[in-house]
C-alpha cells in the first residue's frame, strides 16, 4: 500500500515576520543623453552578477531627468533610459517576465544633499534607479515519513542506454548567468558524464549550447568576451571538459542553439547544455 507523506510546515514569514530587503542599483547617465556610459555599464553588470542566486519575485526599472528641459522632453528622455537599463538586463539573461515596471518619470526634484555644486546635485538626478524584489521564503518542509517513489533514471543511465536521435538534457549542469562556464555545485556532475561518455567509444554525438531570457531566439552576450555567442561558447566548454577527460573529439561536436528551444519553466535550466546522439557503432 502507498505510504502517506506526512508534511509539518513551519511558515516562517507568517509566524516570525520575516522579511526581505530589496536589492536597489543606480545607473547615471550623461547630459541629454540615454547611452548607458562604460563606467556605469560595468557598475551595472557587477550588480546582475550578484543576483545569481536571488530568487527574484520582480525588478522595476525608473528613469529620470534633471529639472532642465520641458516636461515632455524630460519625459521620453526618462522612458529612453529605462529601456536602455531593460536592454541590457535581458542581453545578459535576466528574464524579461521578471521586470514588471519600466517607467520614465521625468523630471526628478533636486537632492537635498551637502553637496553645494548645482551641476554635481543634477548629475545625481540623471539616473536610473533599479528595485529588485527578492520573492519571500520558502515555507520549511519537515517530512515525518518518507514516500517511496519509483527511482528516476540518471543521466548515466540515459547514455549507457542511448540509440540515434536521442536527446539527453544535463539538468544537472548549471552555468553561471551570462557565462560559459558551470556553477561550482555542478563540476561533479559534469565529471560523471564525462567518464560515462568516455567509456562509451560507440557514441557519436553534438553538444548543443542554449541560453535564457533573449529575445526573438538570439544569442546572449558572454560577459568574458563580450561576443554575443554565449551558447555556442557554452557548448564549447562542455566539449573542451569532455576532451580533457578523454572523450576522443571525433566523436563530438559542438554547436550553439541561441534562445530556440526554450523549456517553458525556471530561467535557470535554459542555460544549459544538452547532447543529441548522431550515431552508435554497433560494431564496437
Not at 545607473?27 to 546582475?48: A, S, W
Not at 519600466?102 to 548645482?118: F, S
Request: charged share 30%; aromatic share 10%.
Amino acid at each position: 500500500m502507498n505510504k502517506f507523506l506526512i508534511y509539518i510546515l513551519f511558515v516562517f514569514g507568517a509566524t516570525l515576520g520575516f522579511s526581505q530587503e530589496n536589492l536597489k542599483h543606480e545607473v547615471y547617465f550623461e547630459t541629454d543623453e540615454y547611452v548607458v556610459p562604460n563606467t556605469e555599464t560595468n557598475r551595472l553588470l557587477l550588480f546582475i552578477s550578484k543576483l545569481t542566486d536571488v530568487n527574484i519575485e520582480s525588478i522595476s526599472i525608473f528613469g529620470f531627468c534633471d529639472d532642465r528641459g520641458a516636461d515632455t522632453y524630460n519625459l521620453r528622455l526618462s522612458q529612453q533610459r529605462a529601456n536602455a537599463i531593460k536592454t541590457i538586463f535581458s542581453e545578459n539573461e535576466i528574464s524579461e517576465s521578471l521586470i514588471t515596471n519600466v517607467d520614465g518619470k521625468g523630471e526628478i526634484l533636486l537632492k537635498i544633499v551637502e553637496e553645494k555644486n548645482l551641476l554635481k546635485i543634477r548629475g545625481l538626478n540623471r539616473k536610473v534607479e533599479i528595485i529588485v524584489k527578492p520573492k519571500p521564503p520558502k515555507p520549511v518542509v519537515k517530512v515525518v515519513e518518507k514516500v517511496e517513489k519509483p527511482k528516476e533514471k540518471t543521466v548515466i543511465d540515459k547514455i549507457n542506454e542511448s540509440a540515434k536521435g536521442d536527446k539527453i538534457i544535463f539538468k544537472d549542469i548549471l552555468f553561471k548567468t551570462g557565462y560559459a562556464t558551470v556553477t561550482p555545485g555542478t563540476k561533479k556532475n559534469l565529471t560523471a558524464i564525462a567518464e560515462a561518455l568516455a567509456s562509451r567509444p560507440d557514441i557519436y554525438f553534438t553538444i548543443q549550447g542554449h541560453v535564457c531570457c533573449t529575445k526573438y531566439s538570439r544569442d546572449a552576450i558572454d560577459r568574458k568576451t563580450k561576443l554575443r555567442n554565449l551558447s555556442e561558447a557554452r557548448a564549447k566548454y562542455v566539449y573542451d571538459y569532455f576532451a580533457k577527460k578523454g572523450v576522443d573529439k571525433k566523436r563530438m561536436r559542438h554547436l550553439g542553439m541561441r534562445r530556440k528551444f526554450p523549456l517553458g519553466g525556471d530561467p535557470q535550466f535554459d542555460r544549459r547544455v544538452e547532447i543529441v546522439i548522431n550515431y552508435v557503432d554497433n560494431a564496437n
